[in-house]
């Protein structure tokens, strides 16, 4: 699953539209989020994590990282 789809999972879940997402992200960050905007770095992946972590924030949910002690050498 890319970052796209989870998105869209995310708005589903909560009721909510890209566009509306990008109005709240532009009142939190003080930057101009438009739904254009949003939904082009959805698509290209060039979201970034911080922007990622925001949108988290917004629709009340948590990122987990889960390192693979394998992978590490561990």
Do not use: P, W
Not at 10 to 34: F, I, Q, R, W
Not at 51 to 69: A, P
Request: proline share 0%.
């Amino acid at each position: 699953m890319n970052v796209k789809e989870e998105v869209k999972i995310m708005l589903t879940s909560k009721s909510m539209t890209l566009t509306k997402l990008a109005e709240k992200m532009t009142e939190l960050s003080g930057k101009n989020y438009s739904q254009s905007l949003l939904s082009h770095k959805l698509t290209s992946e060039s979201l970034r994590y911080s922007e990622m972590k925001m949108i988290c924030k917004i629709l009340g949910y948590r990122i987990y990282i889960d390192f693979d002690e394998i992978r590490l050498g561990r």
